[in-house]
């Protein structure tokens, strides 16, 4: 077997590999081979005549350290085609993966496994740092119609669509302390996807309780696993207060989601304990690449993953 850094010329066994492993919606695999995949350190597994049996890509994450930039990485796309299963490919590249963060000097590389299964075999791969998350929801069934309008009336003429370099600048003024970083590519990439998805990304400014302004910001799509089309998925967002989800609320009703009643949200894992709807729950995993790192990392949040 033979193992390597894939090349343009890989693209349709890594296609093939995604069909079998991940999805087979086309669109959705080619965007990712377009303008995700050149963005990130990707390897092969197989023959030395060519063929393709596994490949694993990591994308660039970074993490904002008392204003230091510290380098890290985030695993995705490991597969294996089936015939080729039990042969212990998808560690091999894995570990080849590390080998080379580890000498280009990264500090962590993170993964977001799909299944609690998932999640014990990538501990026994090393990756032994959990990280959480709060889930939240809200319900929005019986709140008054006027009540709704009436917020919406009160930041109308601050909202504006997000592009991909004011996310970018946001990211790094209001969730610093809290996540981790993506270069601009990346969040690029994944921008597009929401849109694609039939998303929403844009920001607004407001009037706090307390007489502050605060501009918010939010990145989601409607729930895919929700067949019955209620349900708005906030991928990513600055909201901190039930407050400022009303107003997103208002926002997403009166901007063409008249059918969306539930808004739900993956915020970090530590400061929202006592946000009224949100439980605190494991989201993903990180392994320290560089010693003591994990101390300073383990709080922050995996938001505005690829999916």
Known sequence: MVIREATIKDREYIAEIWRACFTDDEDYIYKYLNHCLPHTKTWVLGEENGDIYSCASVIPSYAILKGENISGGYLYGVGTLPDHRGNSYSRIIIEKAIDYLKIKGYSYLLVKPATVGLFELYQKLGFENELLKSSYKQYFEQIDKASIS?????????IKQLSSERLAKLREEQLSISCFMWPLTILRYALSEVLDRN????????????????????????DETDI??????????????MDDFQDIYSVLRFTGRSETYIVKAD??????????????????????????????IDKLHLSLPME
């Open 228 to 241: 019955s089309g209620k349900i708005f998925k906030i991928l990513e967002s600055n909201a901190t207060t």
């Open 199 to 222: 998303g929403s990304a844009f920001e607004f400014e407001k009037i706090t309780i307390e007489g502050l302004t605060k501009r918010i910001y939010i990145i989601g799509y409607p």
């Open 150 to 158: 009436w917020r919406y009336q009160k930041i109308i003429g601050s």
């Open 267 to 296: 915020l970090p894992g530590y400061g929202y304990e006592k946000l009224p709807g949100s439980n605190t729950e494991r989201a993903a995993l990180f392994m320290e690449l560089k010693d003591g790192i994990a101390k300073s």
